[in-house]
T-cell receptor, first 115, second 111 residues
Framework: DTGVSQDPRHKITKRGQNVTFRCDPISEHNRLYWYRQTLGQGPEFLTYFQNEAQLEKSRLLSDRFSAERPKGSFSTLEIQRTEQGDSAMYLC?????????????FGSGTRLTVV | AQSVTQLDSHVSVSEGTPVLLRCNYSSSYSPSLFWYVQHPNKGLQLLLKYTSAATLVKGINGFEAEFKKSETSFHLTKPSAHMSDAAEYFCVAAFAGKSTFGDGTTLTVKP
């Protein structure tokens, strides 16, 4: 197991297009988190899963955003009708069931640029 | 509710000199506290964590942090900076499954 993998590393898309990102967590971690990070800011929580259940969604996650973790393993984050304000680094992290208090293992992120 | 304040957005030190990155937290409870490091275009890497055991926590790459409850602080230190330490550092408080990140401190190391 090589840690948390995210794909793609970079995505450039035109405004209005849909994009989908993938995250493969550490296999024995049953919690998976999505964060968004803009320049000069710390990561902001978007949503998290325990196994396949999506347990919490931030108010930052508008109706254009949807996340899934269908089999409790990998997760996808889709953004529909992208806007320039969606340009950011999207980070995925995983942890053991003890959650945030155990600390996260982060992936390298997907950098989205909306032009 | 909890919040994390990193007191310096930028810190610059010379190679071989000590590093101090300051973090204060506010929480109604006793959170777990972490420091993460992020190199350019990379994900965040866990440096160290405090979870109510010893107040002085040793992490990777020679970093350590001291939890001071009376000051609600969790400052990160390293005795001697190395060029490879140049990165963004984030202080994080976690409680009841929620993590709150500070806005980060950019560490520059001059030769």
């Amino acid at each position: 197991d090589t840690g948390v993998s995210q794909d793609p590393r970079h995505k450039i898309t035109k405004r209005g297009q849909n994009v989908t990102f993938r995250c493969d967590p550490i296999s024995e971690h049953n919690r998976l988190y999505w964060y968004r990070q803009t320049l000069g800011q710390g990561p902001e929580f978007l949503t998290y899963f325990q196994n396949e259940a999506q347990l919490e969604k931030s108010r930052l996650l508008s109706d254009r955003f949807s996340a899934e973790r269908p089999k409790g393993s990998f997760s996808t984050l889709e953004i529909q009708r992208t806007e320039q304000g969606d340009s950011a680094m999207y980070l995925c992290a995983s942890s053991l069931a003890s959650g945030a208090e155990a600390g996260y293992t982060f992936g390298s992120g997907t950098r989205l640029t909306v032009v | 509710a909890q919040s994390v304040t990193q007191l310096d957005s930028h810190v610059s030190v010379s190679e071989g000199t000590p590093v101090l990155l300051r973090c204060n937290y506010s929480s109604s409870y006793s959170p777990s506290l972490f420091w993460y490091v992020q190199h350019p275009n990379k994900g965040l890497q866990l440096l160290l964590k405090y979870t109510s055991a010893a107040t002085l926590v040793k992490g990777i790459n020679g970093f350590e942090a001291e939890f001071k409850k009376s000051e609600t602080s969790f400052h990160l230190t390293k005795p001697s900076a190395h060029m490879s330490d140049a990165a963004e550092y984030f202080c994080v408080a976690a409680f009841a499954g929620k993590s709150t990140f500070g806005d980060g401190t950019t560490l520059t190391v001059k030769p």
